[in-house]
Structure formats: structure tokens, C-alpha cells
């Protein structure tokens, strides 16, 4: 990775136009880069933090973007023009217009621009044009998924920031069971808080770290659930990056579809029953009574009855081998 130093020697101390991006699978490391990259541009240039700005490249239009991008700087020489997901953008005549202006360079007047992109690029020729284009750029930045040596020491760096202390037994099983860096972060704020300054070995780590894996399987059911597919195929893909099998996944998926229904079924015939009441009759902790209430009480019975006859038929067909457990996944989550 190009340093914030060759970078900055040449964005912050010329008068040329700069373009920077940052992409890639590693959202974690890319969204850490980015606001170093903005904090370092106010300390250097911009104090008052009148120069920097962020747009929404997805809902943007043409005509504000490059009026924002070429506007002059308020008592600066620069202003930092963050375009978040432009890529992602299906507005095909500005994504054209802005591939044409980065090649004749006529854009963005000597500031100092910042493509992030956190999403999936589109599939229009536009899209995939301005892409290329901006891989080629001297400071495109990929952030590519660290490999299990990169994240152990990613991991080792973290604890000791934090001042963790970490066992080698600890590290390892976070590297083996956590791959998603925003969770291993959420994982190692709460070891922090809870080990006070104690060794920390893997039966320290596997409450957070199970509770983690636990939440995000629960918001994947939940968005599937009340037909918010683009953030559910997004969680399911999430829980494989982490490592989690297919039929692991589905296995999970199965268990909170049981839950939901068993206290759909127990409301259904005791309308106003207490979560307290429902934790009793149904053998579920409060926490996931109250967590799932949430989601029951916007959708019907019939409709999780529904899903779950899905997902039973995809369990059929799993076990004796008809179809291939990822693709009756995707196809399940796609079909929501």
C-alpha cells in the first residue's frame, strides 16, 4: 500500500489535481484509510474543516457534483472532495460524462479528490469504463481481504493498541473464527472493556465472539424476513466471508425461522401476552423474545409459516443431494 507520505508530499505541497481511490472487499481497512486520509488533510491544510467535503455518488446529480468538485477553496489552496459509490450509480450519462473529464483532466481544479467505494460497481459498460479507468489512477488503493498470516498480525496490532493481552492460543482462534475485520473490532473493543488489563485466552474470546456471529445471522433473518433483499444477500455473503459453511448458514437459518414461528404461534392465541410469559412457555431467553418481537409483530404468521415451508423444501433437497446448498441460499434470499 502507497503511503499517506507520497501521497500527501504530492497532493498537499502542488497545485495539480489529485485523484485517489480506494476500493475493494475490505471495507474495514478502506473506511480506516479514508478517515485518515481526511483527518491528515485537515491537520496539514484545513483546520476549520471548511474544505472538506462528502458526496453521495449513488443519488447525486451530474450538474452539483462537478459544480462541488471544481469549486474554489474557502481560506485554503485545496478542498477535499470525498465521491462515496459513484461506481455503484446507474445514472449511465454522468458516469460518462465523469470517465470523459478524468481523461482530458479537466476536472475537480487542482483539488485533492477521493473516489471511495464500499459497493458492488454496476453492471453498466459506464460503470465498468469508469472502474478501469480509475484502477489505472497512480494513488488507486485496492483493499483485498488479508490473508490468515496478514491477519494475524492485524489482529496482534489491534490487541496491542488496545493494550489486550493476548494469548497466541486467542489470536489464532479470532484469525480462525472471525475473518470480517468490523466484527473482530467490535470483538476486541468488548474483550478490552470486560479484561481490564488480564491475559486474555479463547475461552475469554468465544462468548463475544459467539454473540457477535449470533447478531449478525439474527439481522440477515430479519432483513430476508421484512423484504429488504439487497442488505440480506449482503449479510448472507458476510457470514461466508467469516467462514461460516452453507449448511452452516442454513442450519442457523432454519433455527431463528423456528423461533420466529414459535412465538408467532404462542402471540397468535394469546394476543397481549407478556415477552416474560412467551421466555416461559417457549423455553427462549428473554433477550431473544424481545429481539424477535420486533419482527413479528410487522409480519403475519402465514407469511413466516410461508418462508419456512421454503426452507424446509430446501432442506429436502440438501440432504438428498438435488441441489447444491449455496444456490438454493442465494435463491431463497434473491426471491425475498
Known sequence: ????????????YDDSTMILFLYGEDTFRSRR???QSIKKFKSERDPSGYNVLSLNGKKIESSRLFTEAASAPFLATKRLVIIEDILSSGDKDLLAELLEKIKVG????????IFFQSESIGKTKEAKALYAALQKEKFAQEFSPLSFPKLVAWIKKEAEERKIQLSPEAVAYLAENGGDLWLLNGVLDQVRAFSNGAPVGPEEIKPFLNEKLDDNIFSMVE??????????????????RLGQEDIQI??????????????????????????AVVASKTGLHPFVVKKN?????????????SLYKELEHIDVKTKTGQ????LLLDVFAGKL
Open 323 to 326: 441441489a447444491d446448498p449455496a
Open 293 to 305: 418481537g420486533s419482527v413479528i409483530r410487522r409480519y403475519s404468521i402465514g407469511k413466516l409459516r
Open 223 to 240: 432483513a430476508l424476513v421484512t423484504g429488504r433483499r439487497e442488505l440480506g444477500i449482503k449479510l448472507l455473503y458476510e457470514q461466508r
Open 1 to 12: 500500500m502507497k503511503s499517506f507520505i507520497a501521497f500527501y508530499r504530492q497532493t498537499l
Open 33 to 35: 484509510y479514508l478517515e
Open 106 to 113: 479537466k476536472i475537480f481544479e487542482n483539488n485533492v479528490v
Open 250 to 275: 442454513f442450519n442457523l437459518l432454519l433455527w431463528q425461522f423456528r423461533t420466529l414461528l414459535s412465538i408467532a404461534d404462542l402471540v397468535e392465541r394469546e394476543p397481549g401476552i407478556p415477552d
